[in-house]
């Protein structure tokens, strides 16, 4: 099974409207992806108009960056999944670092989140990694399959063919540090390896595992290019079509 080659961005808490839809139409207007699935993270006050925006391109998608794992109710400033899909998004972020550490996400909150979102259809993209510490006391392996096989593997097989992952080493994200491509390509060997024996070949040679951390146009081509890193998920090098579209290029490339 050929799996998708993916570049996400994740805007973060950055852009307001107005400098939000002039960064979506540039992209749109800079790129036309092919083989390329692209998708555009953006804080969800900008979902409907931005996913309006990338209606023109086939490839180009939006995601938000978070949910709450409740169909609606009394949950003062949350976000449910169908009000994400009904501003047509189709993807949303899920246990990125920044969440677990800045609001105490837990596993089990977080595989909650993946399970709504599933449920209400849409794509979660799924982020692990690990902190500094345990990358130098070379745990780092372990760690990251720890956190799948708690966050994910209660997933039958077919949810679990639904989901992308995203892994993203603590210590390159926002950093400038990136993974060197023989360090990721380890980790996402490991991880497609762990997914086998859940699940089997064919999942896990389905399963798009995205690199995330410093991904910049002058890296992308030789962290794509590594076997079992199926794109990447971008932070900073997303908030600039100038830096966004060719990392998207460098993909469409290979
Ligand atoms: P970065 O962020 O590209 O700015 O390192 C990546 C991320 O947090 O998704």
Redesign the pocket.
């Known amino acids: 099974m050929t799996r998708k080659k993916i570049v996400a961005g994740?805007w973060?808490m950055n852009t307001t409207i107005t400098d939000g839809t002039a960064l979506a139409q540039a992209v749109t207007d800079g790129v036309t992806p092919i083989k390329t699935t692209v998708i555009m993270c953006t804080p969800a006050t900008h979902l409907h108009t931005v996913s309006e925006i990338v209606k023109e391109k086939s490839n180009i998608h939006t995601g938000a960056q978070n949910c709450y794992p409740a169909e609606k109710g009394a949950y003062t400033g949350e976000l449910s999944v169908s009000m994400i899909e009904a501003v047509g998004a189709e993807y949303i972020?899920i246990g990125?670092?920044?969440r677990r550490t800045y609001f105490d996400e837990s596993g089990d909150f977080l595989a909650k989140k993946v399970d709504i979102t599933l449920a209400g259809g849409l794509t979660p993209i799924y982020?692990c990694g690990e902190a500094l510490d345990i990358r130098e006391a070379g745990t780092h392996v372990k760690y990251v399959g720890n956190q799948l096989k708690a966050e994910l593997f209660h997933l039958s097989a077919e949810d679990f063919g639904k989901v992308i992952v995203?892994y993203?080493p603590i210590w390159?994200?926002?950093?400038g540090v990136t993974a060197s491509p023989a360090q990721a390509q380890e980790m996402h060997a490991e991880l497609r390896q762990l997914i086998a024996n859940q699940y089997g070949e064919e999942v896990a040679n389905g399963t798009s595992i995205l690199y995330?951390?410093?991904?910049?146009p002058a890296n992308a081509t030789e962290l794509f290019s590594c076997p079992d890193v199926d794109g990447g998920?971008?932070?900073?090098?997303?908030l600039k079509a100038e830096l966004f579209v060719p990392i998207i290029e460098a993909m469409e490339a290979l």
């Open positions: 994740n973060k972020v990125h670092s920044e982020c995203a993203e390159a994200i926002g950093t995330g951390g410093s991904v910049k998920l971008v932070g900073g090098a997303s």
